[in-house]
């Protein structure tokens, strides 16, 4: 829909462009003499769709996100009702016979299934010395999974680096501690998180670091009253558990009084497998009452959040693009009544009124479209940038979630688009003033 | 007064021009005023207050927060020990109890699905924020009384807010009629959903939340809500309802200062009883700041990135527009110099114009803004942590009137100083 209306609005400029008597040298030169008003109304322009860009690139990088995370061949388990996984919670017997079901993926030996149990939770993290104006506590999104390399090829997550999976106890000694002291809690973290905790570190703790973007293998942390000690550092980047911090299920989830299983995660052979299984287990399964979903639907529906964003980005981009219409009207209207006089020198040599008209369009459209391409490039600089937002299904729950911002071909369409019918709509009126004009009275 | 008279008539002489410039500011104070809107309530919950503290007692670790509905008692009391008189209590308090449920449990969506507390009705009048005697007031507040009356006399009542009330007339009225006219005494039924399954809880509507804050919002007697809890286990084999142990959300505590609080923190993490699980105490506003930070980069960009940006575009919007103007009126500048007016005066004629222009852009904007924002749709409904819409505040009207003075204002410098540049001998001899 976007690139169609795209195509259009490149359409009109281009016919505007072909019907044009009018020598668009005189059209530019008309902009540049007045090169204040001009540059004046561009940077409106720039600042409209540049804001325009940033703005959509925060819902397209959420959308990425939550779109790209998950697997197309697994089917996700939670109990009847729970919209997000921190409100599951499932009866273990019941879990062992969903992972008997045939169409569930059995590993090479055919003895176990592919299918990984988990503990997902939200803790509240105090934070001991807030950088002024945060708060004193953060959420962190814990998943406790129940076998570790089972979960890494269920969710197909690697470890960047050096780093390696928490062991089977999920807890170490401490190498610097006594013989008293509690161990270790063995932890892998997403990188997103990893930044974000690294926030709390003291400007000499960071300079002491030796990663000092990130907190990084080795690093501890506090979780409840226990220290965690980092063994790996997740490949996350672009999904939900970017923002997780995965423990060992039996270790991590009884400590914040979580004793059972929240999510269930079945691998098939394929998508269509997937699909099998979960309508399958919506139909069949009669022993307990589960939702399944396919796990990419259940993080493509997150994005409940980045729509409702989406929605008042559309409201403020137009209210503000109305502000710029009216400035770029204020522009022409001024250029037309500096030019009365070549109006009615143009009638005299011959140009018809419409043509006179599409020289007029074109020039505000030369505005647009010089400020538009400006705002689309200002606003790339977005590009890239991480930000912390939540991802929700609107039903409760949710996500946090960092994001990276994403500036796309629909995005600079949109902000193209958007420039053109600012161009249009504000260069119309005034173009249309310029062609009533009688003859005599220009030449007054 | 005579220099007034001329900047308004020179306002007037170009009735295009000086109306598409107020459009411009207009819209373009419009978008400042819902920022800023948004952003003032959340730098007000988020901000310490220096008296009539409200605090949350929730589950320390765990989110969301289940502790035991015992602790209501004790928390109440502020964990005072009965044979210390030194051990204080606080002003008021009240227990919340989540409770989420669907009108229809086969279609479940976001729209047939309510969230509600359930709590002690009198707590509605005096703990809720925005629905205390000094934010509420007038006719609003008699009917808001009269509902809370109603609920305590009535078991399975329900208080319901705007949004839930126009969704359930669509969905059980069976009716496009989303009016509404009479909703008191309609009955209808809630199943409980995630956690709560097995709650199915009939409903009275006693009352409807004033129209803003509390659109997504219900509010039950916790009487009703503890009652169906008992009754569970009837039902269901003697199983207790997996909520049954531990239904207790968070227990808002009010206190009249900063030592007092200081004081029931105490007590409370001395407390032997709130150990499993155990509870941790502190201001709103930073319980507050917890639910926000997720959005943090959010909130910075409305603030340093929307906000600026859409005064700059404003003050380039009247920049434009003024010097296109000074420019029409280089000859009229010229004889106003020759007949004596000085460089400054011309200066202040120009930045008058602008100023004028703005100031009544910007606050007639902001008026129109409150109005129809608040009377119309109830706020304006951007739906970040949990909260559902945003009032505009009285403020706006001051706001808007100074970003758009001030925007003019800026905007209009370089265009006063070129006026005040004009030579008369060069434009006359243009002129001739």
């Known amino acids: 829909m976007l690139y169609i209306l795209f195509a259009i609005s490149a359409a009109v400029v281009l016919v505007l462009l072909l019907l044009n008597r009018v020598p668009l040298s005189y059209t530019v030169r008309n902009l540049t003499v007045r090169w204040i008003t001009s540059t004046l109304t561009v940077l409106a322009f720039i600042l409209v769709v540049g804001l325009m860009v940033v703005m959509l690139a925060f819902t397209t990088g959420m959308k990425r996100m939550t779109e790209g995370t998950g697997e197309p061949a697994n089917v996700l388990v939670l109990s009847e009702g729970a919209d997000d996984e921190v409100f599951s919670n499932l009866d273990a017997g019941d879990v062992a016979e969903m992972e008997r079901l045939p169409l569930v993926l059995r590993d090479a030996g055919?003895?176990?299934?592919?299918?990984?149990?988990?503990?997902?939770?939200?803790?509240?993290?105090?934070?001991?010395?807030?950088?002024?104006?945060?708060?004193?506590?953060?959420?962190?999104?814990?998943?406790?999974?129940?076998?570790?390399?089972?979960?890494?090829?269920?969710?197909?997550?690697?470890?960047?680096?050096e780093g390696k999976w928490f062991s089977q106890a999920g807890t170490q000694e401490d190498p610097n501690g006594n013989a008293n002291a509690q161990t270790l809690i063995q932890v892998v973290l997403g990188e997103g998180v990893a930044r974000e905790l690294a926030v709390d570190r003291t400007p000499a703790e960071t300079a002491a670091a030796h990663n000092q973007q990130r907190l990084d293998i080795g690093d501890r942390f506090t979780l409840g009253r226990r220290q965690c000690i980092i063994t790996g550092i997740m490949k996350s980047s672009g999904s939900t558990y970017n923002s997780e911090v995965w423990g060992k299920q039996d270790v991590v989830a009884p400590l914040f009084g979580k004793n059972s299983i929240t999510s269930l995660v079945l691998r098939t052979a394929g998508a269509a497998a997937a699909v099998q299984l979960r309508d399958d287990l919506k139909n069949n399964f009669k022993k307990a009452s589960v939702i399944a979903r396919l796990e990419k639907d259940y993080y493509a529906a997150l994005s409940e959040t980045s729509d409702q964003f989406l929605y008042s980005i559309v409201f403020v981009t137009a209210v503000m693009a109305v502000g710029g219409v009216f400035g770029v009207m204020n522009t022409m209207f001024a250029a037309i009544s500096n030019r009365i006089k070549d109006i009615g020198v143009m009638r005299i040599l011959g140009y018809a009124r419409w043509q006179i008209l599409v020289s007029f369009l074109l020039e505000s459209l030369v505005i647009a479209i010089v400020g538009g391409l400006a705002g689309c490039a200002l606003g790339t600089l977005c590009n890239g940038l991480s930000a912390n937002s939540m991802a929700s299904s609107g039903n409760g729950g949710g996500k946090m979630v960092v994001i990276e911002l994403v500036v796309d071909a629909n995005i600079w369409a949109a902000g193209m688009l958007l420039a053109v019918l600012m161009g249009v709509i504000g260069g119309l009126a005034p173009a249309i003033s310029a062609i009533r004009l009688r003859l005599l009275d220009a030449l007054r | 007064m005579k220099y007034l008279l001329l900047i308004y008539k020179n306002v007037g002489r170009n009735l295009l021009r000086s109306l598409l410039m107020v459009m411009g500011t207009m819209v373009l104070v419009l978008v400042v005023t819902l920022v800023w809107s948004v952003l003032a309530f959340i730098d007000k919950v988020t901000e310490e207050k220096s008296k009539d503290f409200k605090a949350i007692v929730s589950e320390r670790w765990s989110a969301p927060s289940r502790m035991p509905y015992d602790y209501a008692r004790v928390l109440a009391e502020g964990a005072a020990r009965k044979d210390h008189p030194e051990d204080i209590h606080p002003d008021d308090s009240m227990t919340w109890q989540f409770f989420v449920g669907t009108l229809d449990r086969e279609n479940m969506n976001f729209r047939n699905t309510m969230f509600g507390l359930a709590c002690d009705p009198d707590k509605l009048l005096t703990m809720m924020m925005g629905l205390e005697k000094e934010n509420l007031a007038g006719q609003q507040r008699r009917e808001f009384e009269t509902a809370v009356e109603k609920?305590?006399?009535?078991?399975?009542?329900?208080?319901?807010?705007?949004?839930?009330l126009k969704n359930l007339n669509a969905i059980i009225g069976n009716t496009r009629d989303t009016t509404l006219r009479d909703p008191i005494g309609r009955k209808f039924k809630l199943s409980g959903i995630s956690t709560f399954t097995g709650l199915d809880l009939e409903f009275e509507i006693v009352g409807v939340f004033p129209p803003g804050r509390y659109d997504n919002f219900t509010a039950f007697n916790r009487?009703?809500?503890?009652?169906?809890?008992?009754?569970?286990?009837?039902?269901?084999?003697?199983?207790?309802?997996?909520?049954?142990?531990?239904?207790?959300?968070?227990?808002?505590?009010?206190?009249?200062?900063?030592?007092?609080?200081?004081?029931?923190?105490?007590?409370?993490?001395?407390?032997?009883?709130?150990?499993?699980?155990?509870?941790?105490?502190?201001?709103?506003?930073?319980?507050?700041?917890?639910?926000?930070?997720?959005?943090?980069?959010?909130?910075?960009?409305?603030?340093w990135l929307l906000a600026p940006a859409c005064i700059v575009t404003l003050a380039l919007v009247l920049a434009n527009a003024i010097s296109i103007s000074v420019r029409e009126r280089r000859?009229?500048?010229?004889?106003?110099?020759?007949?004596?007016?000085?460089?400054?005066?011309?200066?202040?004629?120009?930045?008058?114009?602008?100023?004028?222009?703005?100031?009544?852009?910007?606050?007639?904007?902001?008026?129109?803004?409150?109005?129809?924002?608040?009377?119309?749709?109830?706020?304006?409904?951007?739906?970040?942590?949990?909260?559902?819409?945003?009032?505009?505040?009285?403020?706006?009207?001051?706001?808007?009137?100074?970003?758009?003075?001030?925007?003019a204002l800026v905007g209009s410098l370089f265009p006063a100083w070129f006026a005040c540049q004009v030579k008369p001998a060069e434009v006359f001899a243009k002129v001739g």
């Open chain 1, 110 to 161: 055919g003895k176990r299934p592919v299918a990984s149990r988990e503990s997902y939770l939200i803790i509240n993290q105090p934070v001991v010395n807030p950088k002024p104006g945060r708060p004193q506590g953060r959420f962190l999104q814990i998943r406790g999974v129940v076998d570790v390399p089972m979960a890494a090829r269920v969710h197909n997550m690697q470890l960047l680096g």
């Open chain 2, 331 to 407: 000859t009229e500048l010229a004889v106003m110099k020759v007949l004596g007016f000085r460089p400054l005066q011309i200066v202040l004629l120009v930045l008058g114009e602008s100023v004028l222009m703005g100031l009544v852009a910007g606050l007639v904007s902001a008026g129109v803004t409150y109005a129809v924002i608040n009377w119309g749709f109830g706020g304006v409904k951007f739906p970040i942590a949990f909260f559902d819409a945003f009032l505009i505040p009285i403020n706006a009207l001051y706001w808007g009137a100074s970003v758009g003075a001030g925007a």
């Open chain 2, 223 to 303: 009487e009703y809500y503890q009652a169906a809890m008992d009754a569970y286990p009837g039902e269901h084999g003697g199983r207790q309802h997996p909520q049954a142990e531990r239904n207790l959300s968070l227990v808002w505590l009010k206190m009249p200062d900063r030592a007092s609080y200081n004081r029931i923190v105490e007590q409370i993490n001395a407390s032997s009883y709130l150990r499993n699980p155990e509870v941790k105490i502190e201001m709103a506003s930073s319980a507050f700041g917890r639910f926000l930070e997720p959005f943090r980069d959010l909130l910075a960009g409305m603030r």
């Open chain 2, 151 to 164: 609920l305590k006399q009535t078991r399975n009542g329900i208080i319901i807010g705007h949004d839930h």
